[in-house]
């Protein structure tokens, strides 16, 4: 009966090496990992060939609940396919196993309070957003380029300078010069 660990973040710049740190402490054989990989994808790489070699009898290992999955819902479609394999599940920073009983209700509770903070968070965003909205706030990030500094940028490259000279010149990047000029929403930093 094997401990097999799955370890997961989000973003390409996020490490995994401190999850694969906590799961080999935990006696973990094997460790599947997915690098830049959302959770909310029911499909990802590393997570499909994990539950490829889990058997009846063995213990998938997280450090987090949220590793599995960004949503309740596909967390427990996870918990249940593995409980019907004969998979317990373990969540270290929970210490719930959920080949108890105790560990299978706290890991329901828990999965519902994470989903219901998320909502809430995307609730004060969306909220947040239309208020800035009314009073004529746009969100987004700064522009780089105004009026002046474009008519600046349209006369060197008009003049025949290169765009990438003039964007240097002006203090965008060369990128942000050919959106702007090619009537783009104008750059942001």
Known sequence: MA????????????????????????????????????????????????????????????????????????????????????VALRILDLAADTSTASGRMVLSVLGAVAELERELARERTIAGLAAARR?????????????????????LVDSGMPVSRAAQLIGVSRSSAYTALRGGESAHV
């Open 135 to 155: 009073r004529g706030r746009a969100g987004g990030r700064p522009r780089v380029l105004n009026a002046e500094r474009l008519r600046d940028l349209r006369g």
């Open 3 to 86: 401990i097999i660990g799955y370890a997961r973040v989000s973003t390409t710049s996020q490490d995994l090496a401190a999850q694969e740190d906590v799961l080999r402490a935990a006696g973990c054989e094997r460790v599947y990992a997915d690098h830049g990989v959302d959770g909310s994808k029911l499909s990802r790489p590393e997570w499909d060939r994990c539950r490829e070699v889990l058997r009846s009898g063995d213990t998938l290992a997280v450090t987090k609940l949220d590793r599995m999955g960004r949503s309740l819902r596909n967390v427990l479609a996870a918990v249940d396919e593995l409980a019907a394999d004969g």
